[in-house]
């Protein structure tokens, strides 16, 4: 059974770049023709996609709000898949987690645990 | 674009069925298939139904969703309630012209 596992600092400053890494286990993050998925909820509120990136690394996605900022990649040699958000502010702190959508009926499955990430100085 | 809109909030006793509503803003509801996700307390997430009215295996058959196009909206029932359904329930969907996944604002259900 597939298990991703988000990590990465909790706190980052502003203008910097948060940066985090979604780790897979139980199957191969190359196999499938999966997609692999960042969400994120601010703390209180809703879901907001930011983005992904086909298992083969070949071709990304991003939510038009946040792509001129939003950088997927994919690492199939650790098995996982990384974000990176530049220049963050206030608004960006949230709950981030990390998501494997299906190929063919691209539904959301399963999702990390999330984890915090801050941003303050 | 559009948006999904959902209630805020909906609340029902045990045993009894609730109804959850997903309204789309423009363009058809039947354009793109809707998703539901359950989220509980402290919890990621899950998916309850995909493809309008699919389950994953492992979600009880209490949960069905549909579409209607003449309220251009998505509906997620849920039947013979159970505390354990008290969550936050989201819909998502496609929006093809921009390439953006869109999440409804979610509904907190309440079971008494």
């Known amino acids: 059974q597939v298990q991703l596992q988000e990590s990465g600092p909790g706190l980052v400053k502003p203008s910097q770049t948060l940066s985090l890494t979604c780790s897979v286990s139980g199957g191969s993050i190359s196999s499938g023709g999966h997609y692999w998925s960042w969400v994120r909820q601010h703390p209180g509120k809703g879901l907001e996609w930011i983005g992904y990136?086909?298992?083969?690394?070949?071709?990304?996605y991003y939510n038009p709000s946040l792509k001129s900022r939003v950088t997927i990649l994919v690492d199939t040699s650790k098995n996982q898949f990384s974000l990176k958000l530049s220049s963050v502010t206030a608004a960006d702190t949230a709950i981030y987690y990390c998501?494997?959508?299906?190929?063919?009926?691209?539904?959301?499955?399963?999702w990390g645990q999330g984890t915090l990430v801050t941003v303050s100085s | 674009n559009f948006m999904l809109t959902q209630p805020h909030s909906v609340s029902e006793s045990p045993g009894r069925t609730v109804t959850i509503s997903c309204t789309r803003s423009?363009?058809?509801?039947?354009?793109?298939?809707v998703q539901w996700y359950q989220q509980r307390p402290g919890s990621s997430p899950t998916t309850v139904i995909y493809?309008?009215?699919?389950?994953p295996s492992g979600v009880p058959n209490r949960f069905s969703g549909s579409i209607d196009s003449s309220s251009n909206s998505a509906s997620l029932t849920i039947s013979g309630l159970k505390a354990e359904d008290e969550a936050d329930y989201y819909c998502l969907s496609y929006d093809s012209s921009i390439s953006n996944w869109v999440f409804g604002g979610g509904t907190k259900l309440t079971v008494l």
């Open positions: 990136i086909y298992y083969n690394g070949g071709t990304t």
């Open positions: 493809g309008d009215t699919q389950r």
């Open positions: 423009s363009g058809s509801i039947a354009s793109n298939y």
């Open positions: 998501a494997r959508v299906s190929g063919y009926d691209f539904y959301f499955d399963p």
